[in-house]
């Protein structure tokens, strides 16, 4: 079983920035996919950003040039740092890890509790 943690949503002013973080803890024998979601009140959860690895990324067109993902794999952690902040941005991030738990297992998939990004215009 993987724990997954997210911290860093909050409160900011359109054009500010933010820096979100999703920790895991558990066992995990490796890591096929990490990605960020957000979900607006009434509406579909959409990919916002997603990572294979450091070359190979993925975002939204929505977010393309404003966000980033990262990854720090020797702390199991995924970041999605968040520049030039839009009010469209609201909504409630979760982030997303597809992984096995041992040598010839299948894909299991994990989410996190979700934190808000709220920004003001």
């Known amino acids: 079983q993987v724990q997954l943690v997210e911290s860093g949503g909050g409160l900011v002013q359109a054009g500010g920035s933010l820096r979100l973080s999703c920790a895991a803890s558990?066992?995990?024998?490796?890591?096929?996919?990490m990605g960020w979601y957000r979900q607006i009140l009434g509406k579909q959860r959409e990919l916002v950003a997603g990572i294979i690895s450091p070359t190979r990324t993925n975002y939204a067109d929505s977010v393309r040039g404003r966000f980033t993902i990262s990854r720090d794999n020797a702390k199991n952690t995924v970041f999605l740092q968040m520049n030039s902040l839009k009010p469209e941005d609201t909504a409630l991030y979760y982030c997303?890890?597809?992984?096995?738990?041992?040598?010839?297992?299948?894909?299991?998939?994990?989410w996190g509790q979700g934190t808000q990004v709220t920004v003001s215009s």
């Open positions: 997303n890890w597809i992984v096995t738990e041992r040598a010839g297992g299948g894909l299991l998939e994990y």
């Open positions: 558990g066992i995990i024998f490796s890591i096929k996919s």
